[in-house]
């Protein structure tokens, strides 16, 4: 007897069989880390992206070179300072991101960010976390 996949079925085996490129920004830190590991364990091409590996969202160092071919930017990346400076990271880091994202055709854009951001306004953190791009 034939037995035949069901289409919900077969689209399913498709999607789990489909492999895409994902550009882990801050690819070294405790949560990216575990990110990655989970991520090439399913079978995906995983880039781990961070000042370390020539890859900085600052200075805008190596991420042309890293978006080639990338399906998708998961932003795991932490500012090295929580003083001051860190509203100015995260809003420069998500405009060279997203301007490096949109020359390479790269469609999906992943960020993490925190529980209750939207009621910390008074820490430069989680207003960069509210609004990243935003001067
Ligand atoms: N940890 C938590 O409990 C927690 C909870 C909620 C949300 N989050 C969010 O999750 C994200 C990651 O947090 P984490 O605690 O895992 O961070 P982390 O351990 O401090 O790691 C930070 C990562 O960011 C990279 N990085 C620093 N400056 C960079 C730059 N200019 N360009 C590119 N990468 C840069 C570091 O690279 P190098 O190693 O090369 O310096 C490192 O890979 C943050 O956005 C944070 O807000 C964290």
């Known amino acids: 007897m034939l037995l035949k996949t069901s289409p919900i079925a077969a689209q399913r085996q498709s999607a789990k069989a489909k ?3 994902i550009l882990v920004v ?3 830190g405790l949560i990216s880390s575990k990110t990655v590991r989970i991520l090439l364990d399913r079978g995906h091409e995983v880039i781990a992206a961070s000042p370390s590996s ?3 969202t600052i ?5 042309a070179a890293a978006m080639a071919g990338t399906d998708v930017v998961l932003d795991l990346a ?7 400076a860190v509203l100015e990271f995260f809003q420069t880091a998500g405009r060279n991101l997203l301007a ?13 960010s925190v529980v209750g951001t939207q009621d910390l306004g008074d820490s430069g953190y989680f207003r960069g976390k ?6």
């Open 54 to 56: 020539g890859v900085n």
């Open 19 to 21: 492999t895409i490129k």
């Open 78 to 84: 932490n500012s090295p300072s929580f003083e001051d």
């Open 100 to 112: 490096a994202e949109a020359t390479a055709g790269v469609r999906h854009h992943v960020a993490l």
């Open 59 to 63: 200075t805008g160092e190596g991420l």
């Open 130 to 135: 509210q609004r990243p791009r935003k001067p």
């Open 26 to 28: 801050g690819g070294t």
